[in-house]
Every structure is written in structure tokens, then in C-alpha cells.
């Protein structure tokens, strides 16, 4: 049994710090949603960071639903000639989709220092509270320190 058989968690947060390839422009988003819709068979979990973990797969029809939407949000709130904001584990064969919300990019690159959390995470694996699995940066949690002197 592998790792990631034993621990789903694990399976997730490995595939969430993995690197990714980065959906630049708006034709490339459409070839994603593509291939996304081929394999809209019920196996994927969506994933609102900041709302409850889903623990089951949605419906079919719920994940072309999200698709639709999303697509819209991001070209309607993202104004821009290019989409730089979703990235992907695999264009060809995706099992794992960050999306960054337009309206709370901060630097989704993480040259700002702080850590930047996707709006929504697409993905065949269960997920799991990225909020408190993934720790916030150094300058955050010396900001922290320094508001509360040290006391939590």
C-alpha cells in the first residue's frame, strides 16, 4: 500500500506544494476546461478555500456547473490579455487545479513574501483545510508576533 493509500491527506497536500504549470493565456484556459470536461465523471472534489473540505466527489453535473461559472468569474473579474492564474499538474491528462481568485491575488508567486492561498482547488484527491495545513509564512507570523508581542 502506498503513502498516499495510507494517508489521502498527505496525497493532497503533496500534490498542492508540487510544482505546476502555469495557465497563461485565455486559449490554454479553454484547452484545460476541454479536458476537464471529458473527464467530468463524478471523481472530482471542488473545493471553496476557507469554506468546509468537501468529502465526497461532486455530481457530474455540479463540476461542469462549477467549470462554467468559474470561467466566467475569472474572465470577468481577471481584466486582462492574459490568464496567469490557474495552474495545473498536467495540461494533458489534469488531476489537480489551483485557481487563484482574481479579486485576492496578493503575488500568487510568493515574491511578495506572503503566501497567497487559490481561491478554489480542483482535484481527484481528497482535500484537506489548507487554511491549517499550510503554515503561514515567516514575515506573517512575525508580523504576528510583533502585534501580540510574542503572546498567542
Known sequence: MSTAQQCPELDFLQRFEAGSTGIL???????????????ADAGWYVYAVGDDVPDQPVPEETFWRFVDEVDALLRRDHDEDYCGIVYVDDREHPEFVKIFDPNNLGSSCGSSGLRVLPGWVVSRVPPVDLEVAVPPTGSRRRWWQRLFGGAQ
Open 25 to 39: 493565456y485565455w486559449e490554454q484556459l479553454d484547452q484545460l476546461w476541454e479536458r476537464l470536461r471529458e473527464r
